[in-house]
């Protein structure tokens, strides 16, 4: 296991690369800590497969460096930084059975025979597949072999880190919940360095300790679950995580609140320096309280819709010519005609050229 | 799913019934026809039943062309299927002009026809005006098509490599291609040698093509007939007389028509033995067990 140091990290598949967007990767400086779980989420064509594949070593940066604890692997070979890979399709030697697919990454470094079975058994345990040990790997299910290609990353006990490129993409829904419960055990178990790239926000918050959103070739914010929720530090991280995404409203300054088309917003900053750029004002869905008119502060609304979500109920609102959502419990009732909202101060973020303004 | 009735599919069917019919089936009926009479002149012929079998199952001369035949196809396997791995191991990838070029100069034996490819070897072997003859000599050693049966037979089997090897290149250069490139990434990760990612992922993958290549190789080298005709003609002695060049001899040399419509079907059998049984190894290997 190993600390992951990026340093002055970038990327770019262009000779000479001149503007920002000509990156795959932006530069990016930051330290991944040992034994944890990390998740790499964004969608396609964001860099996280680039990112993937440099700390991988099957793609040397243009740019920068890797530090595997404080050690330059920059131009490494994934054989020689320890690490091990699960691909998005599964990548299984087809003439070989079950047992010789995960004991091969062991026999290759000629592990002893003795150890060999002792991993190989407690990998197949921990992902039933004791039974199919014996059969060739060629006649089982796609789920099946992706499990396989899964196993001969967990097999090395000395990876440096396993790295998981959208390996779910293939299972279907239910064994995917199974499978990532797995995983999350096994990273519980081990504390092994995970670093999981994906596109559902749903895998990424329930399998990571940490989730690295990227957007554009850059990564815009990296955190636990919670504070992407609580804190977006980019509209991107607010729009991409939680469903639906953050409400945002373009809106100017005026001195301790937030102007949306004349109506002030109380913020929780005080002193805000106006120093231009576009301001917009985002509050999340589950934040946002609904009233009667009257109330202290309250902002009065039209009530366009109310969706019964089952679990909870979600509200689409008119406030100006902006449309809001707002997540309420089963029980709240919403009123028809006197309908109001309330921004809670700690929940009411002001985002400038898309960035938070802490 | 209920099956639908339908007469009208006979039409579908008929054109193809009739083709199969006028190319192969009446051909093939033909000779056998023929390989059961005794054939004196138009009109005059006697059922003789399986004398021609016996006779034809008898014959010296046969079994020595079948034996010459046997070997040279499985050397010319021996080969031209290795060769052609390693040659398309060592292809370059990707869309390059590199990738192009070598695609077009290993195509090109594959499109001479079979009778200059045994002139073009013919005149490149003479002594006297051959370039590779010529060599030889020069370099003091003997080498003679028309008079060393071995010289003759290394011709033979140098010419198809060089006309045929390019036809398996090809195919196992397309089997690679359709390989993943994650299935290198993660040997790479898995530590595999350059050996153990051959024999477990490229070789694998290639059993297909290599079925179509085996196959193909072998019907084509068994029935071979124009390039050692043109060359010496089958000589020196019989040492080059192959199977499909006997048959010749026997039905249009010396009308022998009876005995060659047997020895055709003999010959047929052969070829459709050696297919199956080539077909069933290749296809076992590497699936074991039925589980």
């Known amino acids: 296991m190993a600390t992951i140091h990026f340093d002055n990290l970038g990327h770019s598949y262009h000779p000479h690369p001149s503007k920002p967007t000509d990156y795959a990767l932006r530069r990016l400086s930051q ?328 | 799913m209920d099956k639908v009735q339908d007469n009208r599919a006979w039409f579908l069917i008929v054109p193809v019934f009739v083709i199969v019919a006028f190319s192969a089936i009446l051909p093939l009926m033909t000779v056998v026809n023929y390989s059961v009479q005794e054939i004196f002149g138009p009109g005059q012929t006697l059922f003789v039943g399986t004398e021609w079998f016996t006779t034809v199952l008898a014959d010296t001369r046969l079994h020595d062309a079948l034996v010459r035949q046997v070997i040279y196809s499985l050397a010319v396997l021996a080969i031209e299927i290795p060769l052609g791995i390693v040659i398309a191991l060592g292809m370059p990838g990707g869309r390059s002009a590199k990738t192009s070029l070598t695609l077009v100069l290993l195509a090109l034996p594959l499109l001479i026809p079979f009778n200059v490819v045994g002139t073009i070897w013919q005149i490149f072997g003479r002594g006297d005006i051959g370039l590779a003859g010529a060599t030889f000599r020069a370099l003091g050693i003997n080498y003679n098509y028309t008079s060393n049966s071995i010289d003759a037979w290394v011709t033979v089997l140098v010419m198809d490599v060089w006309h045929w090897t390019s036809l398996v290149a090809l195919l196992c250069y397309a089997g690679l291609q359709s390989i993943p490139p994650a299935f290198y990434q993660a040997a790479k990760i898995d530590g595999a040698s350059k050996w153990a990612v051959f024999r477990y992922i490229q070789l694998p993958k290639m059993r297909g093509v290599l079925v179509i290549a085996v196959l193909l190789r072998f019907m084509d080298s068994f029935m071979i007939y124009t390039e050692p005709f043109v060359l010496t003609g089958g000589g020196p002695g019989n040492s080059t007389t192959f199977l499909s060049q006997y048959l010749t001899q026997m039905a249009v040399g010396q009308f022998d028509i009876g005995k060659a419509a047997a020895f055709s079907i003999i010959y047929f059998l052969i070829v459709l033995l050696f297919s199956f049984i080539f077909y069933t190894v290749i296809m076992r290997t590497g699936e074991g067990d039925k589980s």
């Not at chain 1, 779980?37 to 940066?61: E, H, R």
């Not at chain 1, 054989?79 to 047992?99: K, L």
């Not at chain 1, 490129?165 to 829904?173: G, R, S």
Request: a negative charge.
């Open chain 1, 31 to 358: 330290e991944w800590e040992d034994g944890k779980a990390y998740a790499l989420l964004g969608p396609s064509g964001c860099g996280k497969s680039t990112l993937l594949n440099i700390i991988s070593g099957l793609l040397v940066p243009s740019e920068g460096r890797v530090l595997f604890d404080g050690l330059d692997v920059t131009r490494c070979t994934p054989e020689e930084r320890n690490i091990a890979q699960v691909f998005q399709f599964p990548v299984i030697y087809d003439t070989m059975t079950v047992y010789e697919n995960l004991a091969f990454p062991l026999r290759n470094r000629k592990v002893p025979e003795a150890d060999v079975d002792r991993r190989v058994r407690q990998v197949a345990e921990a992902l039933d597949l004791t039974a199919d040990l014996k059969k060739r790997a060629q006649r089982l299910t796609p789920d099946a072999k992706q499990k396989i290609s899964m196993g001969r990353g967990l097999v090395r006990s000395d990876v440096a880190a396993i790295l998981f490129d959208e390996p779910l993409t293939v299972i279907d829904p239910h064994t995917k919940w199974i499978l990532r419960r797995k995983l999350r055990q096994i990273h519980e178990e081990y504390r092994l360095t995970m670093i999981y790239v994906t596109h559902d926000q749903v895998e990424a918050l329930t399998f990571a300790d940490k989730v690295a959103v990227m957007h554009e070739g850059a990564m815009v914010q990296l955190g636990t679950p919670q504070e992407l929720f609580e804190n977006p530090e980019h509209t991107f991280v607010g729009y991409f995580i939680g469903s639906p995404g953050i409400n945002l409203m373009p809106c100017t300054l005026g001195g301790d609140h937030a102007l949306v088309e004349g109506i002030a917003i109380p913020l929780a900053d005080r002193a805000i320096p106006n120093v231009g750029g576009t301001f917009e004002l985002g509050i999340r869905p589950e934040f946002v309280e609904l009233t009667r008119t009257g109330t202290a502060g309250a902002i009065p609304v039209q009530v366009v819709g109310v969706d019964d979500l089952g679990t909870s109920k979600l509200a689409t609102l008119r406030m100006g010519s902006h449309t809001l959502k707002a997540r309420l419990s089963e029980d709240q009732e919403v009123p028809a005609l006197d309908a109001a909202i309330r921004f809670p101060t700690r929940w009411t973020k002001l985002y400038r050229d898309s960035h938070l303004v802490s």
